[in-house]
């Protein structure tokens, strides 16, 4: 197969060794071809984004083999296929068109300087608050309750803390549809909390502004005194690729305390680099350097490619070293910790399911998201990198690439990934995170230390009962649950 990157060499050697008969020609067949350009624009009208998108989901998606409109062969002429792309209202239209039905991640953007920024840390929360969306069982009443405010935000200066429950926004009762338009700009809320099973609300209201804010994902890290063991308790909520200092810097610290437990808080981690996952990895063991972390399951075409030609590529290792040269700072576990729930997704399960075959893995929680999958930003360029994008328009699509694969092969975790110790959060007790009582956390120092598990009474399993979460605050951002690579594959047999 011939690279993309090739065929500009070819056409300019062609070029200059062409008869003044074959100029002739390709002068005559350029002129045609303009001629048919100029009809198909006239005739079908501007598909500029539409075969872009044709064109990146043709070429690069994982699931390309269930669409048989993404065939190579599928359209017989050029006309045929743009009476196709013409057939669509919107890009976004098209794009779901051409999703496999076992696709719930790939997405479509018409700013991709906003995913840019998301992919980075900012405005991942809206004016500092990270919630959960929940219902009263047997309602439609919808609420909000706080996971976690961020620091130095509207939310913190306002006072909320993890736990607080609104109800309305700008006066607006919650709806599942209502709530990403309704917190825009600022906003007012109304506050509550939950006590003994039931919602209690005030007469308090904050107002509350969703001003631009970059978040260090490394949010808690801390070393717990426990019973004569040194247990380094890490919460970390996105593999964001700017903060890998910082997350080598806290296993620093684990390293100079002598920490020899860890406890790795992903519960409301939703995933993104993959890169920083296998650095996290290799943070978490160290004595593992230089062996398959994860493989990487490609469409056939790309597949073929990179196991004839370049097999390493479908690779990644435990590594010594994070994208900026630094030094691992590894702590050479042969146990964790990995506190999960529904809200724990793709990077953050890689990671579970990268380690798995090499050390042990303890699960606390409740079952993760079940993705599996990686996904690469495409804009409108030749090789659908960044550099020379098309300057009409913002479009760019995040299409599944890859699925991810453990050293013996475990992937298609579809359902997610089971906990060894089932526990879920509970709005009656959430606790104070970071602090040894927070039940999820204590139920994991309660196995580390062979302490039986604490049991709910009835009473308590009755009010736990009352709420069920159906959906996270930040699930119409672009980088919900995702996972992702920064460097793209060369092109393979582009026209």
């Not at 007012?188 to 006590?195: R, S, W």
């Not at 798995?356 to 993705?371: A, F, M």
């Not at 300057?391 to 760019?396: F, G, L, M, S």
């Amino acid at each position: 197969m011939n690279l993309k990157k090739l065929t500009p060499m070819l056409l300019a050697t062609a070029f200059l060794f062409a008869s003044c008969e074959k100029d002739d020609e390709a002068l005559k067949d350029n002129l045609t071809n303009t001629g048919e350009k100029d009809k198909n624009t006239e005739e079908f009208g501007d598909l500029e984004v539409e075969q872009f998108v044709y064109k990146g989901m043709n070429d690069i998606y994982l699931y390309k083999a269930d669409v048989p409109v993404l065939a190579d062969d599928y359209f017989a002429s050029t006309n045929e296929k743009n009476s196709y792309l013409a057939g669509f209202d919107s890009p976004e239209a098209l794009f779901d068109d051409l999703l496999s039905s076992q696709d719930r991640f790939s997405f479509i953007t018409d700013d991709y300087v906003a995913l840019e920024e998301s992919f980075k840390g900012i405005n991942s929360s809206i004016a500092g608050m990270e919630f959960g969306l929940g219902r009263i069982t047997n309602t439609n009443n919808v609420f909000g309750f706080l996971q976690y405010v961020l620091p130095n935000t509207s939310a913190a200066e306002a006072g909320l803390t993890r736990g607080t429950v609104f109800t309305e926004v700008n006066g607006t009762k919650l709806t599942l549809d209502n709530y990403a338009d309704l917190m825009q700009g600022s906003f007012t809320i109304n506050v509550g909390y939950v006590e003994n099973g039931s919602i209690v609300l005030t007469d308090e209201t904050v107002t509350l502004d969703t001003a631009g804010y970059t978040e260090n994902p490394v949010f808690i890290n801390k070393v717990l005194e426990v019973e004569g063991r040194k247990v380094g308790y890490l919460m970390y909520n996105s593999f964001i690729a700017d903060f890998d200092d910082e997350l080598n810097a806290a296993f620093g610290e684990f390293k100079a305390a002598g920490v020899n437990d860890l406890v790795l808080d992903l519960r409301y981690n939703g995933g993104g680099s993959v890169e920083s996952a296998v650095d996290l990895a290799s943070m978490i063991t160290g004595q593992f350097e230089g062996k398959v972390f994860m493989q990487e399951q490609w469409n056939e075409k790309y597949q073929t490619y990179f196991e004839e030609e370049d097999p390493e590529r479908l690779l990644n290792r435990f590594n010594p070293v994070i994208r900026t040269q630094e030094g691992i700072n590894s702590l050479q576990l042969s146990k964790v910790y990995i506190i999960t729930t529904l809200g724990t997704a793709s990077a953050s399960e890689l990671v579970i399911n990268g380690l798995d075959p090499y050390i042990d893995v303890i699960q606390v929680g409740t079952t993760t998201t079940g993705k599996f999958q990686a996904s690469a930003t495409l804009y409108d360029s030749p090789d659908f990198g960044k550099e020379g994008a098309n300057e009409n328009h913002t479009y760019a699509i995040q299409p599944l690439i890859f699925k991810s694969a453990n050293s013996v092969g475990k992937s298609d975790y579809v359902n997610g990934l089971s906990p060894d110790i089932e526990i879920a959060e509970d709005l009656n007790d959430l606790g104070t995170l970071g602090d040894p009582s927070e039940p999820l956390l204590q139920a994991a120092l309660n196995h580390m230390l062979g302490k039986a598990q604490q049991t709910k009474s009835q009473a308590q399993k009755r009010a736990a009962a009352n709420f069920e979460q159906i959906g996270q605050g930040d699930m119409h951002q672009p980088t919900f649950q995702r996972m992702y690579i920064d460097e793209l594959p060369p092109v393979l047999d582009r026209e």
